[in-house]
């Protein structure tokens, strides 16, 4: 193989970086892992509501398909690291796992603390040595190649090869700050525009707000544009927030909208997927009847949650204090559309603070996908979101960070 070792420069002590120094560890080379926080894994943290859905229990064909940003990029990076593989690894490094609905892989004990633990512990199996509230100013690019990095306060660390895995834009508290798109512009690379993703909407109404914290499941939403075409479906749950609508169904949606967010969309809601408007119009008929001497705002407890009863009401145009047995076919028809299409106005999306993650970044064509090293800086290699890569939820984005940082680590001082 030829493989020379050497010392290793990792900067960012998140998913990506901490794989690629734990890998790069492994082959016997001296790694330093800088992170500008005073812990390492601080986004892993937040992950999936606190829970960390590590990746998710399927093939690499399926991977790629839920990659909508550049997914040919990580063919290779998947073949070094799967799936499987991730769970094998995290397995032997004592997380126990399980596999949830959308074959979602979460730690057993819920906690995302566990798999930074986990991390942790292939840092230490393969002695990488860590430097925490340690931010790194600038690279060192010496005559074509990575030489080493300069830290905020001065010092100057050289080595044979920096990896750089500084996350993206999302959830700036956490240290993702752009640090990486600067280094990479510096040595001359593109970064695409960058967008939050997977992240909440903004709605235009008020009522929104009321339902602040209600949870809806199985419902199915469709989201259209200005022309009435329909753009994005998806089933599952969503949330309503103070700014409007959230959960996993929105977040995917999200992906799709962003790179045209000012073509003005709007979005559905069917509140009963599994009935058409036939069905559902007898089942109001046997509520109504079971209810009938009721006013209206009393006769849907049955078939919505209490929260969003004074919505529909109000959205119907049927007066609250009617009595259910005084409704006309035509109000029925009203309320029928009204629970297969609740409309809803996007303005808007959360913006980064609330974005899982961030689309765009390091333009891929510039980075060997099989070393994820720079095509332009000998030496230098990029790993994870601040990469032009990005996922749907479910557990992608984390595998891409995973797979990336793992092919960084392997694939660093290799030729």
């Known amino acids: 193989m030829g493989e020379k070792m050497g010392k290793?420069?990792?900067?960012?002590?998140?998913?990506?970086g901490m794989i690629a120094a734990g890998r790069a560890g492994s082959r016997g080379h001296e790694v330093h892992l800088f992170e500008k926080n005073n812990r390492l894994g601080k986004k892993l943290l937040i992950t999936g509501k606190g829970r960390c859905n590590l990746t998710n229990d399927c093939d690499v064909e399926t991977l790629l398909e839920n990659i909508p940003g550049n997914p040919y990029f990580m063919?290779?990076?998947?073949?070094?690291?799967?799936?499987?593989?991730?769970?094998?690894?995290?397995?032997?490094?004592?997380?126990?796992?399980?596999?949830?609905?959308?074959?979602r892989v979460f730690p057993v004990s819920d906690k995302a603390l566990d798999v930074v633990f986990a991390l942790e512990e292939y840092l230490r199996e393969n002695k990488v040595k860590q430097h925490l509230d340690s931010p790194v100013e600038e690279l060192l690019i010496r005559d074509g190649r990575a030489v080493g990095v300069r830290l905020k306060k001065g010092t100057v660390v050289e080595a044979d090869a920096v990896i750089v895995a500084t996350g993206g834009l999302s959830y700036p508290a956490t240290g993702s700050t752009g640090d990486g798109y600067r280094f990479a512009k510096n040595a001359g690379h593109q970064v695409t525009k960058l967008y939050p993703s997977l992240v909440g909407l903004k709605a235009g109404e008020e009522w929104c707000k009321s339902l602040m914290g209600l949870s809806l499941r199985n419902i199915s939403i469709q989201i259209k544009n200005k022309k009435g075409k329909t753009v994005f479906e998806e089933f599952g749950e969503?949330?309503?927030?103070?700014?409007?609508?959230s959960g996993p169904v929105i977040l995917s949606a999200s992906r799709h909208l962003i790179l045209s967010m000012d073509e003005g969309y709007k979005l559905f809601i069917d509140l009963k997927p599994a009935m058409d408007e036939k069905k559902l119009d007898l089942r109001l008929l046997r509520d109504f009847e079971k209810y009938t001497n009721r006013d209206f705002c009393n006769a849907l407890e049955d078939l919505l949650p209490k929260k969003l009863i004074p919505v529909i009401v109000a959205l119907s145009g049927i007066a609250a204090d009617k009595k259910v047995n005084n409704i006309t076919k035509e109000e029925r028809k009203r309320l029928l559309s009204l629970l297969k299409g609740l409309p809803i106005t996007i303005t808007g999306t959360a913006g980064f603070n609330e974005a899982v993650i961030t689309c765009g970044g390091i333009c891929v064509d510039e980075i060997d996908p099989s070393t994820m090293e720079s095509k332009f800086v000998k030496n230098l290699h990029f790993a994870g979101e601040v990469l032009d890569v990005d996922a749907y939820t479910g557990g992608y984005n984390l595998q891409i960070a995973f797979s990336s940082g793992f092919t960084a680590g392997e694939g660093v001082l290799s030729q």
């Open 238 to 245: 969503m949330l309503f927030t103070h700014y409007g609508v």
């Open 8 to 16: 290793i420069i990792v900067v960012g002590g998140g998913a990506a």
């Open 75 to 103: 063919y290779s990076a998947f073949y070094h690291l799967d799936s499987k593989e991730t769970q094998a690894l995290f397995h032997r490094l004592g997380l126990e796992t399980k596999v949830e609905r959308g074959r």
